[in-house]
């Protein structure tokens, strides 16, 4: 939302509560500003390059590439257990925390490697805790900076880049739109086009 339609609706408050007779923003237009700054996303070259070099946490760098690969938040990779995981299925299936709309994520190749090396380090008893022991979002974002830096990545890349990254590449791919919104877990195709 930006500042004049917020400016709008505290002049609508006003008026309601009688400080104005007639709300003096009531016939004015808001609309949004196109011109926000996009958020950076990783092409297949950036991929490759994240993958092959090290990071100073595995558990950041095995959430972030399982987010690249599912096109999960931060939000929700965080929180992401093994009580999610049901037999040997390929899938799991989250509430996710930003919509609160059940999603059933499909898993890559590289996405079920992350996560059999991960369980083969559990000791037993170990399950059903927590896939990933991450930092405060902050931290992650640093680590995730330095991590970028290293592998040559001029770009600023955040945790919802790897969301972000997940959907352009499976639309330059040609997948179809509604594709694309369930393995996002998206409820409308709009927002595929609009953001992603």
């Given at each position: 939302?930006?500042?004049?339609?917020?400016?709008?609706?505290?002049?609508?408050?006003?008026?309601?509560?009688?400080?104005?007779?007639?709300?003096?923003?009531?016939?004015?237009?808001?609309?949004?500003?196109?011109?926000?700054?996009?958020?950076?996303?990783?092409?297949?070259?950036?991929?490759?390059?994240?993958?092959?070099?090290?990071?100073?946490?595995?558990?950041?760098?095995?959430?972030?590439?399982?987010?690249?690969?599912?096109?999960?938040?931060?939000?929700?990779?965080?929180?992401?257990?093994?009580?999610?995981?049901?037999?040997?299925?390929?899938?799991?299936?989250?509430?996710?925390?930003?919509?609160?709309?059940?999603h059933r994520v499909v898993l890559h190749?590289?996405?079920?490697?992350?996560?059999?090396?991960?369980?083969?380090?559990?000791?037993?008893?170990?399950?059903?805790?927590?896939?990933?022991?991450?930092?405060?979002?902050?931290?992650?974002?640093?680590?995730?900076?330095?991590?970028?830096?290293?592998?040559g990545i001029k770009k600023h890349i955040?945790?919802?880049?790897?969301?972000?990254?997940?959907?352009?590449?499976?639309?330059?791919?040609?997948?179809?739109?509604?594709?694309?919104?369930?393995?996002?877990?998206?409820?409308?195709?709009?927002?595929?086009?609009?953001?992603?």
């Amino acid at each position: 939302m930006n500042y004049f339609s917020r400016f709008k609706r505290v002049l609508k408050s006003a008026t309601k509560e009688g400080y104005f007779k007639i709300n003096p923003a009531g016939d004015l237009a808001s609309k949004a500003n196109k011109n926000h700054k996009r958020k950076e996303h990783l092409e297949v070259e950036e991929y490759l390059s994240i993958l092959s070099t090290p990071c100073l946490d595995a558990d950041i760098k095995d959430a972030f590439i399982l987010c690249c690969y599912t096109g999960l938040r931060w939000c929700d990779v965080k929180t992401l257990s093994w009580k999610h995981f049901k037999n040997d299925e390929l899938a799991f299936t989250i509430n996710q925390e930003k919509t609160l709309v059940e999603h059933r994520v499909v898993l890559h190749p590289v996405a079920v490697s992350i996560l059999e090396k991960r369980i083969k380090r559990l000791q037993p008893g170990q399950l059903p805790g927590l896939i990933f022991k991450l930092p405060s979002q902050d931290m992650a974002l640093r680590t995730l900076d330095s991590w970028c830096k290293v592998a040559g990545i001029k770009k600023h890349i955040t945790w919802h880049s790897a969301r972000l990254s997940f959907s352009i590449l499976l639309q330059d791919a040609m997948v179809d739109d509604t594709t694309v919104l369930l393995l996002l877990g998206h409820t409308s195709t709009e927002y595929v086009h609009r953001t992603y």
